[in-house]
C-alpha cells in the first residue's frame, strides 16, 4: 500500500558518548515533533536501563521501553531495552532477544535495516559517537532504501570510530556537529520524502513463509568464508554491500570487518590463557608424577617426569610473556568501551 511520504520515523544509534548525544537532540525538540523516535546505545546485557526517564526529564517528549507489538505512533520515543534487539516490521514494534551482531544485543544495524525494509524513503537514520562499525551496514540500508543518512561529525569526539565509519561507507546527506542534529531532524521531518515509500502488507505472507525467507537470506546470503563465527563457531559467510565486508552465520550472528577482527581477538587471549593454565596444570602434574616415582625409587621414570615438567614450565612462561608483553599484537587492539548510562549534567 502507498504511505504518506512524510519524514516520520527517526532511528537513531550510538555506543561510548552516545547517552550524552542522544539527551542533547531530544532536549532541542519540541513537544509536536511529528515522527516517532527509536534509540539503540550499546549496553552490557545486565545493565539497569534509565535512559527513558533520562530522555523524559531532559526534553518534551514521552520516552520508554519498547514493547513488543505495540504501535508505532509519532511523538514518542522508543529505547531499546539491554540484550535486546529493537526491530520495526509490519508498523509495529518489536523487541527479540536475537543473534548479536557486531557483538552487541541490542545492536544498531538491526533497527536501521528494518526500518528501512519497512518504511523506505520516510526514515531518517542517525549515527552518534561510538567505538568500531556497528550501524554502518544499517545505514547503508536506510540510503538505498531512499532515506536520510545524518552523521555526527567525528572531529573532536572522544570515540570517533563508529561515525568515521559510517562516513567511509556511507555517502551521509549531513554531517552535521551535535547542536546541529535536533534542528536538522525538525527540518527534515516537516518536509516530504524525496520520493514515495511503500510498505508490503503484513498479512501478504504467512509467519510459516517469512521464517522460510529469512532461512534462505541466512542460506543464501553470499559466499562461505574461510572463518568461523566466534559465538557460535559455525561458518561464516562473506556479505559484499558497495563499500562495506560482512559476515553473517546461519543462525544470524552478522559482524562487520572490524567487529569481527575484535571478537576474533578476544577468543585468542582466551585461548591463549587457557593454553597457559594447561601447560602449568600439566607441569604440575609431571612434578607430581616424578615425586612419586623417586619415593618408589624408578629413576628412569623420575628423569622422564622432570624432563616434561621443565619443557612444560618453560612453554607456559614463553607463552605467559607473550600474553602480558605490551609490545604484542594482542595489545594493539582494546576491547570495546561501554557507555555509562548516568544522568546528564
Known sequence: MILPASRDIVVIGGSAGAVEGVVAIVKSLPADFPAAIFVVIHFPANARSVMPRILERAGRLPAHHAVDGEPVRPGHIYVAGPDTHLELRGGRVHTRRGPKENGHRPAIDPLFRTAAESY????????????????????????????????????????????????????????????????????????????????????????????????????????????????????????????????????????????????????????????????????????????????????????????????????AATLQEAILDSESPLHELGGRVEPEEAAPA
Open 120 to 315: 523506505g524513503a520516510r526514515v531518517i537514520g542517525v549515527i552518534l559517537s561510538g567505538n568500531l562499525t556497528d550501524g554502518s551496514v544499517g545505514l547503508q540500508a536506510v540510503k538505498r532504501h531512499g532515506g536520510t543518512a545524518i552523521v555526527q561529525d567525528p572531529e573532536g569526539l572522544a570515540y570517533q570510530s563508529m561515525p568515521r565509519s559510517a562516513l567511509e561507507s556511507v555517502a551521509a546527506d549531513r554531517i552535521c556537529a551535535l547542536e546541529a542534529i535536533g534542528p536538522a531532524l525538525i527540518e527534515l521531518a516537516r518536509e516530504p520524502a524525496q520520493k514515495e515509500a511503500t510498505m508490503a502488507n503484513p498479512a501478504d505472507a504467512t509467519p510459516d513463509e517469512r521464517k522460510e525467507v529469512a532461512r534462505d537470506r541466512a542460506r543464501n546470503g553470499g559466499e562461505p568464508s574461510t572463518y568461523t563465527c566466534p559465538e557460535c563457531h559455525g561458518t561464516l559467510w562473506e556479505v559484499r554491500d558497495e563499500k562495506i565486508l560482512a559476515f553473517r552465520c546461519r543462525i544470524g550472528h552478522a559482524y562487520s570487518e572490524d567487529a569481527l577482527f575484535t571478537d576474533q581477538h578476544t577468543a585468542l587471549e582466551a585461548a591463549l590463557w587457557t593454553a597457559l593454565r594447561a601447560l602449568e596444570e600439566h607441569a604440575a602434574l609431571c612434578r607430581r608424577m616424578a615425586a612419586r616415582a623417586r619415593d618408589r625409587n624408578r629413576t628412569l621414570s623420575v628423569a622422564m617426569f622432570t624432563e616434561k615438567a621443565i619443557e612444560a614450565e618453560r612453554h
